[in-house]
């Protein structure tokens, strides 16, 4: 139970959604034009396709990897992104990176309801509080980034102030 | 031959006000952003360019330069103080640096570090000067069908970034190019997977999506994390700056041997930093004298490493510049900005465009002077950055990355693509599948279909057209050995190998 569990709410899931979307996006090109549709149907022919295999490949021996046949490994990163050694350093904390996530949405629905200028305040002030940093630290970045907010709105003229609602 | 004055033009312009002046920024900022693991050199271009909509494009895409040569360098200085790699180009600079800091010769390490990176810099920057022209007559032979067959080559060089599972990686990259299919079809007045939302006719905005996929889902990541950046113990700041440049002129013959192979590897698509500072790294400790002080503080380790490692962006700006195949995140990043700013790479970047191309190279040697400065000026206050708390990051990004999202066009959709992506891209990263399949998707996708859709146009629809000339079959070739290659030549090497023995 624990282990279906477990591939129920990881990599299986996201594959599974993956497949969805391209199935949909497969049968549905079939209403575009032949010129339009090549370039949906073999894209999401190949994710479809990919995925069969992937599934596959657990019922027979052939390896769809290229083990030790091509040398430019470890390039995809390349200047981005974090370390092993990083992430080996620390104990991952999956709540604050939930709520996190849950502020994230807040803040761009918030901004779509009444304008970005007027949540990043509460946002940064949220986020920073609930990881309890010090209140001079808090009222700094809060004030700095209500002040990014602002300059958005000068110097891009764009209108943060105003929402959808 | 290129018209001398073209070059001066852009010296003129690179070294005139407002250039100067953004490449530092550019550079600065890329120092900052390089020196914080997490963040890092795709990251850091994400955010900067909204800031660019307001500037001419040649001084946007100077300014993004100077960010992508600063982020080089800085992922060397959390890598020599902490052991812990600002980027993954910089991972190969802890097994020297490290040792380094720990024996109280930080200054040291981190002086050979500036000084190598800006001349690997300056050498990668002239040698693409010295190259340009003839890279001209080459990128003016490729028309609308080769330009297709590169694009198909790009997205079969998904088997080569491949690191295990190519199915996994098969799937990335056609998710990207599903994704570039939303919006008006080209040539052909249909809208597809637009749902009636005037935001998507457009399609899904490139920058936006890239802001999402790196900013929002990289910040997951670090919330995860906690704490600070710096993860290993206090380093003493001790050394010295001029025994730090000595060093590096008393090696001279490492130094052109790492920026050579920083440049050829990094105009390899697909490849980049983390490869080349490798190959780099093992040459010094190959042809040195002393091999058995690697990986205690070597400084020849140290030059081999920054020096290719920054040659690695003239190289990575081959590709990306002349087909629109990204070496490496960070370059596909650039090509966005490019493309924000109505830049496509390709012909026009060298023929009616050609300034703003040899601006870009001029300002790589810009960057390698700027590098020095300001490398050898914040040498003993660099530490600092890397003991900031990723809580206090974490705002800072997200708020910079929302704005930035919804300044490109004014329009809260471009914000949702942020939040959207970003999610799928942190549960990409952690499922392992690879982010540079995706970004080559969504990039070279539009690409090889526009191209396509015109050549075919241009044929009457016979495919023919694809293989009539030399250059054309050229490319066809290379993209099925690319394709067959990983798979079949394993097979080949046993079969001969077995012929061998027997």
Known sequence: MDRLTNMARGEHVFAALLVTLAVYMFITAYDFPPAARLFPQAASGIVIVAA?????????????????????????????????AEESGKTENRTRMLVLGALITGY????????????????????????GQKWWVTAIITAALTGVAYVFIVLMKLDLVTGGI | MTDISIVLNAIEMVFSWPGIALITLGVIIGVIGGSLPGVGGALTLAIAIPFTIQLESVN???????????????????????????????????????PMAREGRAVDALTISAVSSSIGDFLGGVAILAILPALVTIVLMFGTPEYFLVAVLG?????????????RDAMAGGFGVMLATVGVAPMLPTSRYTFGQLGLYNGINFVAAL??????????????????ISRGGDIDVGGSVLSGIRTVLSK??????????????????????SVSTFVAYGEAKRASENPEKFGNGAEEGIVATESSNNATVSGSLIPTLTFGIPGSTTTAVLIGALMLHGIRPGPALFSSQINLTYSIFVSLVACSFIILALGLLVVRWAGYLT????????????VLSVLGAFSLNSNYFDVFVVLALGIIGYFMQSYDYSLVAFLLGLILGPIAEENLARSLDLSNGSLDIFFATPLRLLLVVATVVIVVGPYLGPVLKQQFGTTSEV
Do not use: C
């Open chain 1, 52 to 84: 069969t295999l992937r599934v596959v490949n657990h019922f027979i021996p052939y390896e769809f990897t290229k083990g030790d046949s091509v040398v430019l490994s470890g390039s995809g990163d390349d200047e981005s992104s974090m370390s092993e």
């Open chain 1, 108 to 131: 761009i629905l918030g901004g779509f309801a009444v304008g970005l200028f007027w949540v990043t305040p509460p946002f940064a002030l949220a986020y920073l509080v609930y990881t």
């Open chain 2, 60 to 98: 946007a895409i100077i300014f993004l330069i100077g960010a992508y040569n600063g982020v080089m360098y800085g992922g060397s200085i959390s890598a020599i103080l902490f052991n812990v790699p600002g980027s993954a180009s910089a991972a190969a600079t802890t097994l020297e640096g490290y």
């Open chain 2, 155 to 167: 997205l079969a060089l998904i088997i080569v970034v491949s690191e295990g599972d190519f199915l």
């Open chain 2, 211 to 228: 802001i999402g996929i790196f900013a929002v889902s990289e910040m997951l990541r670090l919330s995860k994390q906690g704490g600070t």
């Open chain 2, 252 to 273: 001279p013959i490492t130094l052109i041997k790492s920026s050579v192979v920083g440049l050829l590897i990094g105009a390899i698509p697909g490849s980049g930093g």
């Open chain 2, 387 to 398: 003991t900031v708390n990723t809580s206090v990051i974490i705002p800072i990004i997200i």
